[in-house]
């Protein structure tokens, strides 16, 4: 790998930066953007505000010192600065649709949108939206929020192209609460299937295909929205998912429905298509697939004729998944294979952005700062991905965890003086002195009778 190249790709960030510089505003904030992208990108350890702000947002000429104004001006930016994270969006849409959408005719299933709801585990009730809820990320109910994500696929990347956190009708209804946490007055309770066909729909990325996990895959009012809009689909539905072997004669459901895993019981081997999706760290991944036309039940009434898609691991004990697509019939069922092959692509993106990029360290707890955050990492992970894309030529097996190594050691970092590393030492101290006064004059209200 030439390091010219290496020093190039990196030399585009303030490149990429300037771009986006104008949805941020005023020069401040673009300022404190481009020092966000780099703190995400370059910062050790957590990834939440004041210590980035520490490092990469001063000291400067306007910020001659360290002190707590630098990280204040940064929580300003994220909280009360009037960008909007749907422009920062739409840009990146833009730029995927630029140099990204042209390579998805390298594979047969063109641009795939990967719809995919995560958790971030929070301890207080403060944060916009936390409740305890399901947490996909721990498998089990926690107190968390829920955020909604559209990731667009291609062979030459991934890109985060529109989110938006799940507000609970709890949260949604309570007017002090969404004054608390700057929530927005056009806002109002919406399903996570919802949100997802909004984020679907507001999109200026084409999709060829549309994949999301079950939760939204058995939302009835989700695959009429997706229809009505003309977008292709092929989503995971429960096993116990009830549908029409033939076409129904009523228009509501009789003895003749079955559930997807009882009709998938009665094919023949000879239904059964042993097809590769993809290399894996372990070996080929290769799955049995099988498809029949069935007639939907929606809101318990007969729905438009779909394929049902099952897919069986090779395992003694096989994993099986259900789909539903409403694909033509004409379709061959390679590509509706693939499809499900791709939701990986979500997966690796949300270890990416948490693992390296800081998506979940933030400690904002408005519904601003929640979204901007989110922007934030989706534009630090566009240029990881741009980087990756354009050194994969010399080294094809390049992850984007290599290319975010290869970044950090040529992208320039502060240089902190023996004065700053003092600053910043007398900084923290005062900071847990002043958090460690707090908390006693807290515990001692609480305890008024008690002497410690």
């Known amino acids: 790998m030439d390091t010219v190249e290496l020093r190039a790709a990196a030399a585009r960030l303030q490149e990429l930066h300037g771009r986006f510089a104008p949805y941020f505003g005023r020069r401040e904030c673009r300022e404190h953007s481009l020092g966000y992208l780099r703190g995400l990108l370059l910062a050790e350890g957590r990834k939440s505000v004041e210590p980035m702000a520490l490092v990469f947002g001063g000291p400067s000429e306007n910020e001659p010192e360290i002190d707590q104004s630098i990280a204040l001006a940064w929580q300003r930016f994220l909280t009360v600065s009037p960008w909007e994270a749907q422009t920062v969006q739409r840009e990146i849409q833009s730029v995927f649709n630029e ?3 042209p390579a998805a005719g390298e594979w047969a299933i063109g641009t795939v949108g990967v719809i995919d709801g995560s958790g971030f585990v929070k301890r207080g009730s403060q944060s916009v939206g936390v409740q305890r809820q399901w947490c996909g990320r721990l498998g089990k109910q926690e107190n968390c929020q829920v955020g909604v994500f559209l990731v667009g696929a291609t ?3 991934t890109a985060l192209l529109d989110h938006q956190l799940y507000l609970p009708k709890s949260w949604a209804e309570d007017a002090t609460r969404r004054k608390k946490t700057r929530v927005p007055a056009e806002i109002t309770f919406q399903t996570k299937p919802q949100i997802a ?6 999109s200026t990325v084409d999709f060829d295909w549309v994949t999301a996990d079950e939760e939204y895959g058995r939302d009835g009012a989700l695959l009429d929205a997706l229809e009505q ?36 019981a009665t094919l023949p081997a ?7 999706l993809r290399e894996g760290a372990k070996g080929p991944l290769v799955f049995e697939f099988a498809r029949l036309r069935i007639w939907s039940v929606r809101h318990r009434r007969a729905g438009p004729p779909l394929w049902l898609l099952i ?4 395992e003694p004990v096989p994993e099986v998944k259900y789909y539903l697509s409403n694909a033509l019939p004409e379709v061959p069922l390679e590509p509706m294979a693939h499809v499900t092959g791709v939701r990986w692509r979500v997966e690796e993106f949300f270890e990416d952005a948490k693992g390296q990029l800081g ?3 933030y400690e904002a707890r408005s519904w601003t700062s929640w979204h901007h955050h989110m922007s934030l990492v989706a534009l630090a992970h566009l240029f990881v991905t741009q980087t990756r894309r354009d050194l994969q030529g010399q080294t094809p097996d390049l992850t984007l965890n290599m290319a975010l190594r290869l970044l950090r050691s040529a992208l320039p970092r502060p240089q902190l003086s023996l004065e700053d590393a003092e600053s910043l030492i007398d900084y923290h101290l005062a900071r847990n002195r002043q958090a460690t006064k707090s908390h006693r004059k807290t515990w001692l209200a609480k305890h008024p009778k008690l002497v410690p």
């Open 229 to 264: 809009g003309g977008q292709r689909y092929l989503l995971e539905i429960p096993r116990d998912t009830t549908v029409w072997a033939e076409k129904p004669m009523r228009q509501t459901p009789d003895e003749l429905v079955w559930q997807v895993s009882q009709l998938a």
């Open 99 to 101: 140099q990204f959408v």
């Open 197 to 202: 066909g909004a984020l679907v729909a507001r």
């Open 311 to 314: 897919r069986r691991s090779r």
């Open 270 to 276: 000879k239904a059964w298509q042993m097809i590769k």
């Open 359 to 361: 998506m979940a360290h």
């Open 155 to 157: 062979p030459a990347g």
